[in-house]
């Protein structure tokens, strides 16, 4: 059973950091591209940013790009998002997940975690 958990969210003022970390069991972690998506209330869910198998490439959406920095650990079978300058516009419920990337491309699966809340206040 694949089982992704993310941890290190909560409530943050405007400009404050926050790291979020997901880690992932009962998948084989390093042959998968990995990814965090967020959710505003009202909103689609929509790619924050992704990373490819070896960590060596990414992509991130232009709205945190220079701010949200991805990485992961494969010894630890763990995904980071390192969130810096936060702003209001990012509160939402951030989501990780396992899939395929290729070619600056990224394909969700089928494998999320339950999601977390990240509040930044003004």
């Known amino acids: 059973q694949v089982v992704l958990v993310e941890s290190g969210g909560g409530l943050v003022q405007s400009g404050g950091s926050l790291r979020l970390s997901c880690a992932a069991s009962g998948l084989v972690f390093d042959i998968y591209g990995m990814a965090w998506y967020r959710q505003a209330p009202g909103e689609s869910r929509e790619l924050v940013s992704a990373?490819?198998?070896?960590?060596?490439?990414?992509v991130t959406a232009d709205s945190v790009k220079g701010r949200f920095t991805i990485s992961r650990d494969d010894a630890k079978n763990t995904v980071y998002l390192q969130m810096s300058d936060l702003k209001p516009e990012d509160t939402a419920v951030y989501y990780c997940n396992a899939g395929t990337y290729f070619s600056g491309d990224y394909k969700p699966r089928m494998y999320w975690g339950q999601g977390i809340q990240v509040t930044v206040s003004s």
């Open positions: 990373i490819n198998v070896g960590g060596t490439k990414n």
